[in-house]
């Protein structure tokens, strides 16, 4: 679903579900109001980050959802010749008035946030959450998580993935939702179910495994509430279901509007399959118990952020018991959009 309320116009951030940081001294000086463009492909996983970020500043948001046209989204940002007319028209247009900000996420942001910068005469502030391995020295900040190791003047570190989950957002989809999981046992689990990807393989025989975890839960009187991701095996879900199909649980089917957050919201436990450090960082910014799953695999980008999760106390493996404990949820958003903030006061200053 689109997160403007009209095409190419400023979102209105007055719902709950967004951050509210009042505009900060050291911006009072930029133009009003101020704009910032969200730059993704359309995929969750790059949508969720930038989106989240550009929420956090607490400014006018136009989120941009761009079509690659062939042969560019194929090809690495540093071939795209003329990055705007690579866009497809079933996407955003990118177009003057040029944003004071542009966040962008993903491969296919970076060239598109650059041309945005260069037609702006270096006016608009460049964020870029993710190593791009390209063009860096023209990025005005990068927003990298610290087990990618990428280094420099322009780059914050985060624990994980920024992200859109705030208390606001939790209370309010937790109460939109509550038909779904209100009359569900307690406590209740949130299973956030990832799949394979180029580091870990969901195999059939791990798939069993869980899948009886997943049943002795129930059967031991606790709530099991599960959302599939876009990467989770069709064949999967239907194991799923078929070992728990006399259970009390809830299982999305895909259908209607996605009630991740709600869930997130209304849990008591979440567990959640170690392949996505976004979904890890969606449910450690809840403050609840966060159990991860083993899978087959893995790579030492992965097992860097694990490590740095389970030392800082706020990540636990899942052995098929639930456990309670508290911890400090990582501020990684709030701190990212805080750097923005301060490195935009710097330039002000520097051109007052």
């Not at 996983?45 to 046209?69: H, I, P, T």
């Not at 004071?100 to 910068?117: E, F, M, Q, W």
């Not at 069993?208 to 606790?222: C, K, P, S, V």
Request: hydrophobic share 40%; charged share 25%.
């Amino acid at each position: 679903m689109r997160n403007y309320i009209a095409k190419d116009r400023p979102r209105d951030t007055s719902y709950g579900g967004n951050r509210h940081f009042p505009e900060t001294a050291e911006l009072r000086d930029m133009p009003n109001p101020s704009i910032v463009w969200a730059l993704h492909d359309g995929k969750p996983g790059m949508a969720s980050q930038v989106m989240g970020l550009a929420e956090a500043l607490n400014l006018a948001v136009v989120e941009k959802r761009l079509a690659v046209r062939a042969p560019w989204r194929s090809l690495p940002p540093q071939l795209w010749l003329r990055p705007l007319a690579a866009l497809g028209g079933d996407g955003d247009r990118l177009e003057p008035p040029w944003p004071d900000i542009v966040v962008g996420c993903g491969r296919n942001s970076v060239a598109p946030a650059l041309a945005v910068k260069r037609a702006s005469g270096g006016g608009t502030f460049w964020v870029q959450v993710q190593d791009p391995h390209f063009a860096r020295d023209r990025i005005d900040l990068m927003v990298v998580p610290a087990h990618d190791r990428t280094e420099g003047p322009n780059v914050i570190h985060t624990v994980g993935a920024v992200h859109r989950v705030t208390p606001e957002k939790l209370a309010l989809e937790s109460t939109r939702f509550a038909y779904l999981f209100g009359e569900l046992p307690r406590p209740l689990v949130a299973v956030l179910l990832g799949g394979s990807n180029r580091a870990y393989r969901v195999t059939r025989g791990r798939a069993e495994t869980f899948a009886a975890q997943l049943t002795t839960l129930a059967d031991r009187g606790y709530g099991v509430a599960i959302t599939p991701s876009r990467r989770t095996a069709p064949e999967v879900v239907t194991l799923l279901r078929e070992r728990l199909a006399d259970r009390k649980i809830f299982l999305w089917d895909g259908g209607g509007d996605n009630p991740y957050f709600g869930l997130l919201g209304s849990a008591d436990a979440i567990v959640a399959t170690a392949d996505s450090v976004s979904m890890i960082s969606e449910a450690a910014a809840t403050g609840k118990p966060v159990h991860i799953v083993d899978l087959d695999g893995g790579s030492a980008k992965f097992d860097r952020f694990h490590e740095a999760m389970r030392a800082a106390g706020t990540t636990r493996p899942f052995t098929g018991t639930i456990e309670q404990w508290r911890y400090d949820p990582p501020d990684d958003t709030a701190r990212a959009a805080a750097e923005i903030k301060r490195r935009l006061a710097l330039r002000l200053d520097r051109a007052a």
